[in-house]
Every structure is written in C-alpha cells, then in structure tokens.
C-alpha cells in the first residue's frame, strides 16, 4: 500500500520568512496530494491539493510543487505570519482514488515567531 | 449547513465499556470516513464508506465497527475500550468525485482508563 513520509516533524521560522515542508509518497499511480492546516484543538482544515498532471499550483502565499519522478510534493508558505502557527499534514490516495481513502504524513509542527 | 457533525466532544471510558461515536453530514456526500488521531502518528483510517450501505476496513480496523445508518450518518462503535484506544477521533466526508478533498468533523477526545 502507500506510504507517505513528511519532513520536518518541526519547523520554526520568524515572521516574514518562507516555509517548506516535504513529503514523500511510495505508489507511483498516487494522483492526487491534498494539504492540510490544523490548528490547535480543530479539525484539520484542506488548504491547497494538486493533481498529478500538474507540476506546481498557487493560492496567494501558500503553493505546493509536485515532482512525479521523484515521488515528492512539497508546500510552500511565504511572507510567513503567526497566524500560520499550526499542523500542517500531507496526503495521498491509498489504493484507488476513487475510495477517496487518504494516507496521512506525521505532521510538522510549524511556529513562526513573531 | 452544518457540514460534519460529531459527538460527543469529549469522553472517558473505563477499560471494557463500550460506546458509539455519532457523524452526521449535511453535505449529501456519499464518502464517510473514520479517523484517529495520535501524537507524531497524523491521521490513520479506521473504516470508511464508500457509499451507503457499504462500509470497509482501513489501517486500524481491530476493536470497532461502524454502521453507515443512511446517507447522512455514519457511526463508530468500541465494542470494548482499551486503553490503546485513547486518542481523537475525526469524522470526515468527501466532496465530489471531482474533488477529492475532506471535511472533517470537530472531532471527539475519548480517554479509557
């Protein structure tokens, strides 16, 4: 089955500067990579999710990149603010997409300091 | 619109009670699925429904079962709490087939003792 490994499980960055968080997946046909944004004692919050037939996608300060033939995607968060303070989760479809079945990463802690 | 509704929030349970989880969503979407969340594990599947009247395991089915009651409800039972069980539990509905994202639940904080 999938396999989805997230790096780092930590990240600190002051405000202002630019964040990146790094997922790996194992399922070559995996389609489909979702992020999601958790804040402390909430639920899990989608933010931004790419397709595979697409190599990168924007949405204002956050953007993730996808590179198929390393079997990675990564989010990008810049001009970080403390409102970004939160879990933030990758993802990717387990067996057929059409379950809508997801494999979660660890999760990375990110802190931006003010 | 509520979107994804659980209950209860919080819970404490004696080692060997049972109970059920409750999700309801007004979404009329037709995927439900059951979550655990626990420290530096992120989410991992319990059981999910694909549609109603089907439900199916995940990566952590063993000491619950579910019921996809109708469209809109989808319930996890602990037959028999354990300690190891202790953890929060999101409810979750997928949109469309064309949009593969969730919603979640608020989630529920059970604690066996």
């Known amino acids: 089955g999938e396999n989805v490994e997230q790096h780092p499980s930590t990240l600190s960055v002051q405000e202002g500067d630019s964040a990146v968080i790094k997922c790996t997946y194992s399922d070559s046909a995996s389609n489909y990579f979702p992020w999601y944004k958790q804040e402390l004692g909430k639920r899990p919050q989608l933010i931004i999710d790419?397709?595979?037939?697409?190599g990168e996608k924007k949405d204002q300060r956050i953007a993730v990149t996808l590179n198929k033939t390393a079997k990675h995607f990564s989010l990008h968060i810049t001009e970080t603010q403390p409102e970004d303070s939160a879990v933030y989760f990758c993802a990717s479809p387990n067996g057929s997409s059409n379950t809508g079945k997801l494999i979660f990463g660890q999760g990375t802690t990110l802190q931006v300091k003010p | 619109n509520a979107g994804v509704t659980q209950t209860p929030k919080f819970q404490v349970l004696k080692t060997g009670q049972s109970m059920t989880l409750q999700c309801a969503q007004d979404m009329n979407h037709n995927s439900m699925y059951w979550y655990r969340q626990d420290p530096g594990m992120g989410l991992r599947l319990i059981y999910y429904?694909?549609?109603?009247?089907?439900?199916d395991k995940g990566e952590v089915p063993n000491g619950y079962n579910v019921s996809r009651l109708n469209k809109r409800e989808f319930s996890l039972r602990l037959e028999s709490a354990a300690p190891s069980q202790t953890s929060v539990y999101f409810c979750a509905s997928r949109m469309d087939r064309d949009r593969n994202g969730y919603t979640f639940g608020s989630g529920t904080r059970l604690t066996v003792v």
């Open positions: 429904s694909a549609s109603e009247g089907t439900t």
């Open positions: 790419i397709r595979s037939n697409v």
